[in-house]
């Protein structure tokens, strides 16, 4: 599995950005994937931002209090792609996104980096003024 995030940039506090997380392999099973978006900033660990259980899971979104009310994570499977939501940014979601997907099935939040197997390059989202 091979994965792609893309659309990040540069915004104002305030603004809005969506990121995409596009899967590709020959053997894909989209639906099967959960999907989950980390943030790193520099000098910082991977940060967890949220995810997307599978759709026969439920296909149900969590996210980390720091982002919770202003980031939506949606999925569209016949695309083989997650979303990620960015509105109200602040200073501190200055970071390179991250997707990452995994077919295990774990009990809990699936916030831990190791939960997931496959792990796109990121895309850098950059908020100031």
């Known amino acids: 599995v091979q994965l792609q995030a893309s659309g990040g940039g540069s915004v104002q506090p305030g603004g809005s950005l969506r990121l995409s997380c596009v899967a590709s392999?020959?053997?894909?099973?989209?639906?099967?994937?959960?999907v989950g978006w980390f943030r790193q900033a520099p000098g910082k660990e991977r940060e967890f931002v949220g995810s997307?259980?599978?759709?026969?899971?439920?296909?149900?979104?969590y996210y980390a209090d720091s982002v919770k009310g202003r980031f939506t994570i949606s999925r569209d499977n016949p695309k083989n792609t997650a979303y990620l939501q960015m509105n109200s940014l602040k200073f501190e979601d200055t970071a390179v996104y991250l997707c990452?997907?995994?077919?295990?099935?774990?009990?809990?939040?699936?916030?831990?980096?190791?939960?997931?197997?496959?792990w796109g390059q990121g895309t850098l989202v950059t908020v100031s003024s």
């Open positions: 990452g997907t995994t077919e295990r099935y774990l009990a809990g939040l699936m916030t831990r980096a190791d939960d997931y197997d496959y």
């Open positions: 392999g020959r053997t894909l099973s989209f639906r099967r994937h959960t």
């Open positions: 997307i259980r599978r759709s026969g899971s439920g296909g149900t979104a």
